[in-house]
């Protein structure tokens, strides 16, 4: 059973941390920090409702982390929302098929990662 209302994020990025805490918390949500995938792997057992993953320095170490997750039966399915300034097509393929749920780049703005959690979370998100 998830933590219905918590969002973990995976960046190493910590200005753009904060400002999607600020935007996560005014729908409800609560944040856990992770500076990269391996502390996110840690924090995995907040039992998060989705999971934002930037590709971090060097694309391996967020693909990483999304095979990881896909291979757990637990986290088999929990929302994984990669948010990017990687911009390529190719980059957003290769997280696609490495089992993310979406690719949205920084560029767009954090309401669009805010709407994805909101619409992945689904029956699980209840605003407090």
């Not at 997280?95 to 949205?104: N, Q, W």
């Not at 954090?110 to 699980?124: E, K, L, P, S």
Request: glycine fraction near 6%; proline fraction near 2%; aromatic fraction near 10%.
């Amino acid at each position: 059973m998830s933590n219905k209302n918590t969002i973990l994020i995976a960046d190493d990025e910590l200005n753009y941390v904060s400002s999607l805490r600020n935007y996560l918390e005014k729908e409800g949500f609560s944040v856990v920090w992770a500076k990269n995938a391996s502390e996110a792997m840690a924090k995995i057992a907040v039992r998060p409702a989705a999971v934002i993953v930037d590709l971090m320095r060097g694309q391996a170490a967020g693909l990483e982390l999304c095979r990881k997750l896909r291979t757990l039966p637990e986290w088999r399915y929990l929302p994984i929302i990669i948010f990017t300034s990687k911009g390529e097509e190719s980059d957003e393929v290769v997280c696609l098929e490495v089992g993310a749920d979406d690719f949205i780049h920084k560029s767009a703005g954090f309401v669009y990662c805010q709407r994805a959690c909101i619409t992945y979370c689904g029956d699980t998100y209840h605003k407090l």
